[in-house]
């Protein structure tokens, strides 16, 4: 069967056919999208030497403690002086600093007398403080920043300094996801009898919205298939990048979507991954000469279906904008784990921190592929590799916050 790593390099590799589609935005839309260019600035940063305080502009001699003040310089408004020994003007934060100055002393360490500043006795300074010198910053024509990041905030107000009020982006991914089980209702419906809600369908939609990228509801399909085969078929013909199923890709009597994606000329990677939860998961690429298409075949069970778009999706449509997921951290184990295959297990784990700073983690209760309420309360996925079957307390293990 085919090994949590060997899956995992077959999708990535599998991705790299995609051609990523670039679109301009405002830079105020750009927001949470992903960085498609690096940028550089069209200035040096900051632009003109400028006083990082409020306070007095002097020419640096250690034996002098009084200077007599010339004028008043504030932020943008600029006015020509030549700063001697003995001399000052007073500049506000971000005021150009005047010729002949070096050091700016804070208006916290002088006193005023009529057009003087004197020292104050205990304030002590050295040359070249509180200012900020021009391109300290950053450099004209210097990369500000490098492309494949998640736009923040941060990224946003250095973009607006390097003058850009368009960036280019990475295009969203549209990815469709269908729900098959004849035993689905929408979750406006309460279930009689034998009837549960779809959950999956708002598990990956959440999901997708997470990384910002567009999620498309195709709803329920009842395992029938005629229908499933329509619906796969439309995903194909439409315009959508990835298609995630959960539901009907085992091994029972009525888990029709392999076969139908086999049908519909959809080759498949991959089917039944060695881990748990979530082994029967289905990968399948489908080429119209035109364009490339994904699609995923996740089991219906609600933590198998959301482990694996953590651990096999997720990840990959990370890495194919260029951006490894790198949030494994070690956590200290608290107690005993056991497992009798040899699968990759994920399982559904809490961590918490101590004051030092030390990271600790055990499994939530009940771990079996239906207890959704459970995955709930978890923080974390704990990897217990394949080759091993105990863990033991105060071992350290990789685990994946989600
Ligand atoms: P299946 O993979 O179709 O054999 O389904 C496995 C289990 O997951 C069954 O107990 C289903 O009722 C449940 N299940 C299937 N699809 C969903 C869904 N969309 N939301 C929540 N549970 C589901
Ligand atoms: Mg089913």
């Known amino acids: 069967m085919t090994s949590y790593d060997e899956a995992n390099e077959i999708i990535s590799k599998e991705f790299q056919n995609y051609k990523l589609q670039i679109e301009e935005v405002a830079l105020s839309d750009s927001t949470g999208r992903i960085l498609a260019e690096d940028i550089y600035s069209d200035i040096d940063l900051p632009p003109f030497t400028n006083s990082a305080m409020d306070g007095y502009a002097i020419k640096f001699n250690s ?36 010729d002949g100055a070096d ?43 490098s492309k494949n990041i998640f736009i923040k905030p941060r990224h946003i ?47 990956l939609l959440s999901a997708i919205n ?24 439309s995903f194909l013909n439409s315009n959508n990048d990835i298609l995630i199923t959960t ?40 080429n119209n000469g035109s364009a490339i298409k ?36 070690i956590a200290e184990l608290t107690e005993d784990l056991k497992k009798k295959d040899d699968k990759k297990h994920f399982m559904r784990g809490m961590f918490s921190k101590n004051i030092e700073g030390n990271v600790f983690v055990k499994r939530v209760g009940l771990q079996s592929s239906g207890n959704l309420a459970e995955m709930g309360k978890a923080n974390c996925l704990i990897i217990f590799d394949e080759e091993k079957r105990e863990l033991k307390t105060g071992e350290k293990v990789f685990c994946i916050p989600i």
């Not at 943008?76 to 005021?95: A, C, P, R």
């Not at 004849?182 to 009837?195: G, N, Q, R, S, W």
């Not at 748990?276 to 289905?282: N, R, S, W």
């Open 157 to 203: 107000a250095v973009a607006a300094s390097c003058g850009k009020s368009r960036l280019k982006v990475y295009k969203k991914l549209n990815i469709a996801v269908l729900a098959t089980g004849d035993e689905l209702v929408d979750i406006t419906t309460k279930p009689d009898e034998d009837k549960i809600r779809s959950s999956n369908l708002y598990a």
């Open 103 to 145: 050091t700016i002393i804070p208006i916290e360490d002088i006193i005023i007398e009529k057009d003087t500043i004197i020292l104050k006795d205990n304030a002590t300074f050295r040359k070249g403080i509180n200012i900020r010198i021009k391109g300290n910053d950053l450099l004209k024509n210097q990369i500000a920043l």
């Open 63 to 98: 034996d002098i403690t009084k200077w007599k003040i010339i004028g008043e310089i504030s932020a943008g408004n600029f006015k020509e002086y030549n700063i001697d020994e003995g001399l000052t003007v007073s500049v506000m934060t971000g005021g150009k600093i005047p």
């Open 247 to 286: 539901g009907g890709v085992s091994v029972g009597k009525y888990d029709y979507v392999k076969s139908i994606m086999e049908e519909l000329g959809i080759k498949i990677n991959f089917w039944k991954a060695n881990i748990k939860p979530g082994k029967p998961i289905i990968f399948g690429t489908y």
């Open 294 to 329: 994904f699609v995923f075949g996740l089991p219906g069970n609600p933590v198998s279906c959301i482990v694996n778009f953590l651990i096999f999706i997720k990840n990959n449509i990370l890495y194919l904008f260029g951006i490894e997921k790198d949030d494994l951290f």
């Open 210 to 233: 997470e990384m910002n990228q567009t999620g498309i509801n195709l709803g329920i399909v009842k395992d029938q298939e005629d229908e499933i085969r329509t619906r796969i078929s």
